[in-house]
């Protein structure tokens, strides 16, 4: 078999990601890949608030333990965001291109 040749799209196999396909494996898929995009954020957001809400010296005693918690704390919170922001862009998108179809009829 040759390593350079393809399938032919309409011989392939539809992808996880294709909402008409697979519309629950595709909702699932995008919010935990959103979840993990928003985690770095959250993340930060996370120590800026502990930082300025404390006031010690020495917040975190132990850093690699806190680190851990938060990064599990921020993409759990991550999860939670990720949720409706995924189906409000569906939302919007699904909007969108019916209002597209009905201009240019």
Request: net charge negative.
């Amino acid at each position: 078999m040759n390593v350079f040749t393809t399938d032919h799209p309409m011989a392939s196999q539809p992808s996880w990601f294709d909402a008409k396909a697979h519309p629950v494996l595709s909702y699932f898929g995008g919010v935990l890949l959103l979840a993990l995009l928003l985690s770095p954020l959250i993340l930060f957001g996370l120590y800026e608030y502990a930082m300025t809400d404390i006031g010690a010296d020495n917040p975190f005693p132990e850093p690699g333990w806190a680190l851990l918690m938060g990064s599990i704390l921020a993409f759990v919170l991550g999860l939670f965001c990720a949720c409706p922001l995924l189906l409000a862009y569906r939302l919007v998108a699904r909007i969108w291109q019916r209002g597209q179809t009905v201009a240019s009829q």
